[in-house]
């Protein structure tokens, strides 16, 4: 999978065509910046070549990790907002692990979490409150 996404991300990088951008003067003194060639009384003042530089291999190795890493840690947060309980321990996350009634406690609201995604705040504020006072 890796190596496609690779292919595709070089073949996009490679596929872009030269371009120039031909600064015109006009009667008057009037300068306009486009990218065809200067038409009628214009007289072209300035040309150059506006094509994108390929970024390196380094580069596009750089962006494609943190692309995947973005993408890692937006699923991680929308598991958080869900209420669905990770993969980890509760430790991996910063939360200090007690006793086995504070574990049962956070496991008991994870698994009611997991099984009402449309939950109240009432309920939300119970549950809390039960790992609370169970981890203290």
Known sequence: M?????????????????????KCVGKGGATSFQSDPCEGNSRVSKVWDASPENPSNAEQWRRYNARQKSLRDAAYLRS???????????????IPTHSNGCSNARRSRDVYYANHPKRK??????WNKHVYDACK
């Open 2 to 22: 890796r190596l496609m996404v690779l292919v595709v991300f070089l073949l996009a990088s490679w596929s872009t065509s030269a371009q120039s951008v031909y």
């Open 121 to 126: 705040s009432k309920d939300m504020e119970r």
């Open 80 to 94: 958080l907002a869900h209420g669905v309980p990770s993969s980890g321990s509760a430790s991996a996350v910063g």
